[in-house]
């Protein structure tokens, strides 16, 4: 048996409204907000970046995990948005964690799932016997340049996962996974270009949906299950609609999706949207509930997973602070204090 044994969070506190963008670039924030379905998105504190925030979130998994850091074999570190060009996220959390220096670490990036791509390297490695647990990250400070769509939803947080073989610590455990890849051009950032490009044409049904229905479409075939065998689900959230979208084509509800769907008000963590969402989800879950989770990664691709709860999650989940802790606890910027703390002058 393969699963979670510890998880944990991170947003930043502050927050910018969709209202505040829209006046500066003179456009009407009702039709933005119901175009997108985002109120409003976290920002990064001006000490604050995807390292900073990967370590608040792995502190977080250990304390529910209860385990000593020590005993992690591997970390490694889904970002788009890392700190340096050339030097990993995973090992200054490493090294902030105390887990000394016997243990694996790498960056991932493979747009927004990149950190579901973690996990499932961290399972490879735990189910092959190469290690007892790892810690698996997605974090983002995601870009997006001003006045562009993406400066609506671009935001900044994610979670932390420790997957571990120790039945009597996991959470909930790994049905599953399935994943799909296609060379699709519908989002990148060149060498040294600060901010993304997108081409809108190709972001919807010809890469998000198709990719996501085919990794779950794969899951469902492999296990032998149909939506309905699901408590909850998560899908990636470039915005408020794309998931509502795919979930409702593929037979899941909005009951099913409820507990993750944060994106309103939260935005868009890029690399760290599906594990928020997954976090957010497992905050709520009772035990024995089956999960399912379908990343989303732009150039282009999907991970999905299924999960089942166990009464290990009720029990240590309470160690840290949750999602809706994060979400609540918030403090709005104006505009200008918004670039100062972003960095984009334009």
Not at 78 to 94: Q, W
Not at 222 to 237: C, E, G, I, S
Not at 249 to 269: C, D, H, R, S, W
Request: charge should be neutral.
């Amino acid at each position: 048996m393969v699963g979670i044994i510890g998880y944990g969070a991170y947003i930043p506190k502050y927050r910018i409204k969709a209202e505040e963008i829209a006046a500066i670039w003179g456009q009407d924030p009702r039709r933005i907000i119901e175009g997108l379905r985002i109120q409003e998105k976290s920002v990064p504190g001006l000490d604050e970046d995807s390292a900073t925030m990967g370590i608040e979130a792995s502190r977080n998994a250990l304390a529910v995990a209860g385990i000593d850091a020590s005993t992690i074999g591997a970390v490694y570190s889904g970002s788009e948005s890392k700190v340096y060009a050339v030097k990993p996220n995973a090992t200054m959390i490493g090294d902030a964690l105390g887990i000394g220096h016997k243990y694996k670490a790498a960056d991932v990036e493979f747009a927004c799932k990149a950190g579901t791509a973690t996990m499932q390297m961290v399972v490879a490695e735990v189910e092959s016997g190469m290690i007892d647990c790892g810690l698996a990250v997605g974090m983002d400070t995601a870009q997006g340049r001003p006045g562009d769509a993406l400066e609506y939803s671009a935001a900044a947080g994610g979670a932390a996962f420790l997957i571990g073989s120790d039945e009597k610590k996991i959470l909930a455990k790994l049905e599953a996974t399935c994943s799909s890849s296609s060379d699709t051009p519908d989002f990148w950032r060149r060498q040294k270009e600060e901010y993304p490009v997108h081409r809108e044409r190709f972001s919807g049904k010809p890469s998000y949906e198709a990719q996501i229905a085919l990794s779950v479409g794969m899951l469902l075939e492999r296990l032998k299950l149909k939506p309905a065998d699901f408590d909850r689900a998560v899908f990636h959230t470039p915005n408020g609609k794309f998931p509502l979208a795919i979930g409702k084509k593929l037979g899941f509800t909005m009951k099913q999706m409820e507990a993750g769907y944060i994106v309103p008000v939260v935005g868009n963590t890029y690399s760290g949207a599906s594990l928020l969402g997954l976090a957010a989800t497992l905050d709520a879950a009772g035990s024995g509930e089956r999960i399912l989770v379908a990343s989303y990664g732009s150039g282009a691709g999907s991970d999905a997973f299924s999960f089942v709860t166990t009464p290990q999650l009720k029990k240590r989940r309470d160690r840290a602070p949750q999602v809706r802790n994060y979400i609540d606890h918030k403090q709005y910027l104006s505009y200008g204090q918004y670039i100062r703390h972003t960095g984009h002058l334009g």
